[in-house]
């Protein structure tokens, strides 16, 4: 069993940058793919950013492309998502995820963990 938590929120104005990382124990890290989702109020969960056991490969949404950055730290086991340029419609629940499979990336149905997720607000 994989526990997570997710930390860093906050209150942001557009455009300022902010920081999340997900803590995980329980499990082999480097073993399990992870992932960014986030959900907005009325909104399916979304994908956001994902990562590959080793750090390798990437992926993200189209929506934060070149402002959002997914990464890793096996040792510490732990996983980043650093957002610059934030906009107001990048408000939402941030949470992280782990699975053990997950060949795209993005697919949420593959993530077996889920964190408990970290509010994130952008004001206009």
């Known amino acids: 069993q994989v526990q997570l938590v997710e930390s860093g929120g906050g209150q942001v104005q557009a455009g300022d940058s902010l920081r999340l990382s997900c803590a995980a124990s329980?499990?082999?890290?480097?073993?399990?793919?992870m992932g960014w989702f986030r959900q907005a109020p009325g909104k399916e969960r979304e994908f956001v950013a994902g990562i590959s056991g080793s750090g390798s490969r990437t992926k993200y949404a189209d929506s934060v492309k070149g402002r959002f950055t997914i990464s890793r730290d096996n040792a510490k086991n732990t996983v980043y998502l650093q957002m610059n340029s934030l906009k107001a419609e990048d408000t939402a629940v941030y949470y992280c995820?782990?699975?053990?499979?997950?060949?795209?990336?993005?697919?949420?149905?593959?993530?077996?963990?889920w964190g408990q997720g970290t509010q994130v607000t952008v004001s206009s």
């Open positions: 995820a782990a699975g053990p499979y997950v060949p795209g990336l993005d697919d949420k149905r593959l993530y077996a963990y």
């Open positions: 329980g499990g082999t890290f480097s073993l399990y793919a």
